[in-house]
């Protein structure tokens, strides 16, 4: 059974810009989760969808947003980038609402922010 | 509260010795307690978790026990091996209604042959 698979890995960008990162979950699996992780500030949840609705945010300002498409895939998109969104940026994946369930993490996307 | 405190933030052991990894949290609600394995340049796996029913659960050379009147769980880790170098984190689910995941800070775990 394939993991969760997360594009691309790497990505630079400059600040003011605005980036797209994308989340397959594992096949079957109707819940994707969003964490933003820093060295200053570790892992922080940053958004949940299911059944394309998203149905829990983090503390984090309206220029991150994300949406789930009816395959389970996801995005998420970071407007008028910051010094400070760099980051890795996980999906995570499970079966259901993710509501106390096992969350299966994919590898991440490195954004860089120059 | 949503806070989940970990301890310690780096822990070097020899191989073959143990390694226990502690975490608090704040939530009373909380009921749901797993840890995951970071390796470089990848993502957190998981490796054991623990459900507020249980007050031990065992899965081979690793260990998590669970004290919900103290609000503690802690992960050990026997026979270490050099493999097993990696950052470890500790995470509850906190909230009501709408619930989501709260990790610890995390523990860097260097095993030496």
């Known amino acids: 059974k394939a993991g969760v698979t997360q594009t691309p890995r790497y990505l630079i960008k400059t600040r003011g810009q605005q980036v797209t990162l994308s989340c397959s979950p594992i096949?079957?699996?109707?819940?994707v989760s969003w964490y933003q992780q820093t060295p200053g500030q570790g892992l922080q949840f940053l958004f949940e969808?299911?059944?394309?609705?998203?149905?829990n945010k983090g503390n984090f300002p309206g220029r991150f947003s994300g949406r789930q498409f009816s395959n389970s895939r996801s995005e998420m998109n970071v407007s008028t980038l910051e010094l400070g969104d760099s980051a890795l940026y996980l999906c995570?994946?499970?079966f259901g609402r993710g509501r106390q369930e096992e969350q299966f993490f994919g590898p991440g996307t490195r954004l860089t922010v120059l | 509260g949503e806070n989940v405190e970990q301890h310690p933030s780096t822990l070097s052991v020899q191989e073959g010795d143990s390694a226990v990894i502690k975490c608090t949290y704040s939530?009373?609600?909380?009921?749901?307690f797993p840890w995951y394995k970071q390796e470089l340049g990848k993502g957190p796996q998981l490796i054991i978790d623990?459900?507020?029913?249980?007050g031990e659960k065992k899965d081979q050379r690793i260990a998590v026990t669970l004290n919900k009147t103290a609000k503690h769980f802690s992960l050990h880790i026997t026979e270490t091996q050099p493999e097993d170098s990696a950052v470890y984190f500790c995470?509850?689910?906190?909230?009501?209604?709408?619930?989501?995941?709260?990790f610890g800070t995390g523990t860097r775990l260097l095993v030496s042959p």
């Open positions: 995570a994946s499970s």
């Open positions: 096949s079957g699996h109707r819940s």
């Open positions: 969808y299911f059944s394309e609705t998203q149905r």
């Open positions: 939530d009373s609600a909380s009921n749901y």
């Open positions: 623990i459900r507020s029913n249980v």
């Open positions: 995470a509850a689910w906190v909230g009501t209604g709408f619930q989501k995941l709260v």
